[in-house]
């Protein structure tokens, strides 16, 4: 649906839905139109009776193309991975100190992190109902850890809002809850909503408003004690003479509407951004590890492809070797390419025309990430706040707080920034340097008396500066899907494309893996009809 004159967008309709109906409404309208539901995981593949000898060439060594070549081997067939990078794991990675990253364009980053530290630069938090990814994190060995996603005590930030300060979100959402409830609550006791509300469930919505919003008797959102229970106190309950709490100050409504806090509500009650979430235990770069340790022997790294060439007895691919310059050709019956659209549509290859149109028209998001190391776990000692985020108007959206090691003492990092849009392709058009110094002047907005005095050094990867992907993930819309996506799933000949960019999950580990599960299933029934 797009937006046009009178007409509203699914986004704004789900939204709508989501703040006057809450998380079940939301994921039940989701459901409908076909944005939710739990992923399509039933368990491994299976796949029998593999020909003897017949072979398979896997293009990527990403979580798609090692869960191919591990499930390929298990069922019988031959099967060699060509690896751009010197390592696998493609986007599940892990910046470590001592590691070293050169983007495109030839600035080069020394990561400079304490031992132990780290920064997610691609996927960084795992949706419990993610099954596929846990499954397989179980079945490699990967351990797991809660990932806070949602924090009542972090802030919300918005330059019109409150006079440009940020303020903690349990006092925005509670000051717009209370406010939205008062105002549905007046329009019933006016008869607004007669035509839209039985007369026998009018009592129980008040009352339903009443226990959501915090109204006092009155149906007023005031300030009170009620209040108090969700945005927080002046004064919290106590012991001894001094024990009474004392209600905060509620905020000015325009002041709430203008934050914009609606839209971090929103966010978490997204379907995959709702708790529980994980992450692994040392960082994300160790998913990557636990696959490759399945399918190493079969990897090539430093295998830059230049040419896939198909016909009637099998699928060459021509690369070169990027250490030694040496150019190569690799044989195989059948392909499974996990190579990124915005790369593989530089690739010389001899794909359907029809499948080439598709791979031209998906882009790929622009986000930066930035990791921000301090001295000190200043947000926890003197905020008590223990992992979420505190989102921001300003360029860098947000700054999320780390989740392990909690109560530690020593350096940890967060990261500061997740941006996209245009704040993304601005801090992407910078240098490392300039982009810690935007994180750092902007971050300070929540905490200006820690951020500069405890940071030691910082580290930032603008995905539309990675060689090997040229983009953080593909963005489809409705029309695209439409048109293409039929297109770019199905088996062409001998060759079929896997990755997230082939799946309704899209930017997600688990929408890489169900794709890699169907693609290879398709495969196998093509190679048995051979």
Known sequence: MQAGAGKTTRRELLTAIGMMGGTFALYQAMTTMGHAAETQFAGPPNLKGARPGASVIVL?????????????????YKVRILEYQARAGGRNWSLYGGDTYTELGGATQKVGFAPGN????????????????????????VALEPFIQ????????????????????????ADFEGGVAELLGKAIDQKALDQEIKAEDKEMLLEALRGWGMLDQDMKYARNLRSAEHRGYERPPGGGVNGAPIPSNIFDFHDVLASQVWKNMAFFMNHEMQTTMFQPVG??????????????????????????FQDRS??????????????????????????????LNQIDKNLSPKLQAAIQAVPYSNSVKIGLEM????????????????????????????????????PAVLLGAFASGLGGYRLAGMTPEQRIETALAQGSIFHPDSYRKE?????????????????????WNE????????????????????????????????????SSIDAITRLHARALEA
Not at 151 to 156: D, G, K, L, M, W
Not at 463 to 475: H, S
Request: aromatic content about 12%.
């Open 375 to 410: 001295r000190r776990r200043f947000w926890e000692e003197d905020y008590s706040i223990y992992g979420g985020h505190s989102f921001t108007s300003q360029d860098i959206s947000l700054i999320s707080y780390p989740n392990n090691h909690l109560f530690g003492d020593g």
């Open 455 to 475: 940071f030691m050094n910082g580290a930032s990867v603008a995905w539309n500066r990675v060689p090997w992907t040229l983009g953080c993930c593909a963005r």
């Open 150 to 173: 949602f924090n009542h005590n972090a802030f919300v930030h918005h330059a019109d809002a409150f006079g440009g300060r940020p303020v903690h979100f349990r006092e925005a959402a």
């Open 283 to 308: 960082g994300m770069g160790m998913i990557g590890k636990a696959f490759a340790r399945q399918v190493e022997p079969l990897i090539t790294h430093n295998a830059k492809v230049t040419k896939i």
């Open 118 to 141: 780290y920064l997610n630069p691609g996927p960084w938090r795992i949706p419990h109902h993610h099954r596929t990814l846990l499954h397989y994190c179980k079945q490699f060995g």
């Open 314 to 343: 099998g699928v060459k691919v021509t690369y070169k070797d990027t250490s030694t310059g040496a150019v190569s050709d690799a044989h195989a019956d059948f392909c499974v390419c996990t190579i990124p659209l915005g790369v």
């Open 479 to 514: 029309d695209t899907r439409k048109e293409h996506y039929q297109t770019l799933v199905a088996v062409d000949d001998r060759v079929v494309l896997a990755g997230e960019h082939a799946s309704y999950v899209g930017c997600w580990m688990e929408g890489a893996l169900l």
């Open 60 to 76: 990527g060594a990403g979580l798609a193309g090692m869960l191919a070549a591990f499930e390929l081997r298990k069922a019988g």
